[in-house]
């Protein structure tokens, strides 16, 4: 995001953190357990009497202003704005503050010291990607017994056992990935694939190549897949993809398991025509131009796995644990798995909002009036 884009988030931010919410309120429209509503409409339910009355967040004793640490991966990739959207509403519900820090290349070292830095400062909560088995664990034991709370979002390095962070909030990655390869097996049939990645070996994305994998396997189907490396920055993995059609023509499928990687693979199915010449593609994240190009036709599916989520719900597990002394432990939360096709694009297109990532504004968006699962 850019310094403007940082400064709106801000404004809006300080903005709605000086407006207080009554308990009964609070727990009624922020639905800790579920559903989420909007700040705007969070804030008409506010109870400026009770909140001054307790000192603190509605009727709550008073309480410091806590601040969380976000240590993310690739702190200006495209796929965390609508995250960051749901750390700031958070925070404005619950009268907090935070810091986005981290790496924008994926590096672990980068990751670490931003990691350190925290725990050096004191912060009342960490919340940190953990693109890597084992690497986070001193740093999180250290932020234990300096009395800080420590959540996983997005990655949660658990493949190793080793993990422990209190909690994962995110997608289930590899099956996330073996649910994608089952698709890719129905849409293919027979012939080559590319499976791109990113990264290869990060464990926010590696489960999600190994699940298409072993699907793929699983199925018995004459599929041969070629696993091919895109870079962490969208302008690299978008002249990797191109660069790699170009060397295989006779490719039957193009599937990726990262954000940037899946607009390239759009990209480059549209520029070539390939959909209409029988090549299948897919893979995940909401990014803009991949939604456009999905109701253009020009792939077959990509993956919802609600990245405002991602940010919203560590913060409020922080949170509770701060009020609750310790006593309300954060749970691992499945954000969730859903295949987006051209068929059910249109809400993600129609509604400019917060919780895609869309749009800055806040809003309450009309439910459907059937619900498909």
Not at 29 to 45: I, R
Not at 207 to 220: C, E, T
Not at 270 to 279: E, F
Request: hydrophobic share 35%.
């Amino acid at each position: 995001m850019d310094d403007q884009a940082d400064n709106d988030l801000l404004g809006a931010v300080s903005e709605l953190g000086r407006r207080r919410l009554t308990r009964r309120a609070l727990l009624r429209n922020a639905a800790l357990g579920g559903a989420l509503a909007s700040v705007p409409f969070l804030m008409e339910a506010c109870s400026n009497s009770a909140g001054s009355q307790g000192g603190g967040v509605g009727q709550y004793p008073a309480t410091k202003r806590y601040n969380f640490v976000f240590v993310n991966h690739v702190t200006t990739n495209p796929f965390f704005v609508p995250t960051r959207y749901g750390i700031e509403d958070a925070n404005a519900i619950l009268n907090c503050t935070y810091q986005w820090t981290g790496s924008e290349t994926s590096n672990v070292s980068e990751m670490l010291d931003a990691m350190n830095t925290a725990i050096s400062r004191k912060v009342d909560g960490i919340a940190v990607s953990i693109v890597d088995p084992t690497a986070f664990n001193g740093p999180i034991e250290r932020a234990y017994k300096a009395g800080i709370p420590v959540v996983a979002y997005n990655a949660n390095g658990k493949g190793s056992g080793t993990n422990p962070a209190m909690a994962y909030i995110g997608q289930d990655l590899y099956q996330s990935g073996f649910e994608m390869g089952k698709r890719i097996v129905d849409l293919v049939g027979s012939g080559l694939v590319a499976l791109f990645i990113a990264t290869p070996g990060q464990l926010n994305i590696q489960p999600r190549i190994d699940g298409a994998a072993a699907a793929i396997k699983q199925s018995g189907a004459n599929i041969t897949y070629h696993e091919v490396t895109t870079g962490a920055e969208v302008p690299q993995e978008l002249s990797r993809v191109d660069a790699w059609y170009q060397g295989h023509k006779d490719v039957k499928g193009m599937f990726a398991v990262d954000a940037g990687s899946t607009q390239s693979v759009a990209e480059v199915m549209d520029k070539y025509g390939l959909h209409d010449k029988g090549v299948k593609a897919g893979g995940y994240d909401l990014l803009p131009k991949t939604l456009q190009l999905l109701k253009k036709g020009v792939i077959d599916f990509t993956i919802d796995q609600q990245p405002y989520l991602q940010g919203f719900y560590p913060v409020v597990q922080l949170f509770l644990w701060r009020i609750s002394g310790g006593l309300m432990s954060p749970s691992d939360t499945n954000t969730g798995l859903k295949f987006v096709t051209r068929d059910t694009v249109d809400p993600y297109l129609s509604n400019k909002d917060r919780y895609e990532g869309s749009s800055k504004q806040e809003k309450v968006i009309t439910p459907p009036s059937t619900i498909s699962v």
